[in-house]
C-alpha cells in the first residue's frame, strides 16, 4: 500500500496511547468520517502495520501497532502489554483527552500521554505519573481517571506528586465513587489546584457528538 501522512499520524496515535478504539482514531487522526476511517484501518491491517483484538465482552476492538508498524515511526518494537482490568480505564483515558479537544479545544499535540511521561523519566525507578497532561497557554495540566477507588495513602502521594509537578490536577470521576469525591474535596485546601470532573459529562460530550461516528 502507499502509506500516507494520515497513516504514520495514526501509527504514532496508537502507540503512544497503546491502543484505541476506531472511533477513538477517527477523532485523534481527523478522519472525515468513521466509514473512511475504518477502510484506511483494514487497509493497515492487511498490509500488517496494525493489528486488531477483541479482549472483552461487550468492548469494541482494541487495535494497535504491529512489530512492522512500531518499525515504521521508530518506535520502541516492544510489545505493550493490556491488563484486562484496566482496559475500561484506558477507554476512558482515551474518551477524557477527546473530551478536552472537543470541548476545550485542546489539541492532541498539546497532550502527552502516561506512557511518554514514564519515557521521559528514562530507566530509573518508576514513580507516579498522571493518565495524561497537557500545556495550554504556557500553563500544565495533568489529568487523572478515577473509576474505582484507591487507598487514601496512595491517592495522597498521588495528589501531593501532581501539586508539586503540574499548574492543575483535574480529577475525573463518575458520580457513584463518592469516597473518592469526598477525599479530594477534603484535600482542596491542601492542594488548592484540584478540580473535579463527573464522568457524566464526558459522556454527554461524547453522545452530542454522535458518538464521535459521522456516516
Known sequence: MRLMERDLALLHELDRWRFALSRHLKVLCGFPSQRTCDRRIKALIDSGYIKRKHVLYGVPALYFPSHKG???????????????????HD???????IYFYLKHGVPFTATTTEKELHQRDGF???RHQPDFAFTVDG?????????????????MVNLQDNFMTYDRQIWVVPTPQAKIRRLLAESADTFPNIEVIDFA????IRKAAGGYATP
Open 91 to 97: 477507554i476512558a483515558v482515551l474518551e477524557a483527552a
Open 201 to 204: 459529562e464526558i459522556e454527554e
Open 70 to 88: 512500531k518499525s515504521l515511526i521508530g518506535a520502541s518494537t516492544k510489545p505493550d502489554k493490556f491488563k484486562l482490568d484496566q482496559i475500561h
Open 124 to 126: 530509573g525507578i518508576r
Open 139 to 155: 500553563k500544565v495540566s495533568c489529568v487523572e481517571v478515577e473509576l474505582t477507588p484507591k487507598s487514601k495513602e496512595r491517592l
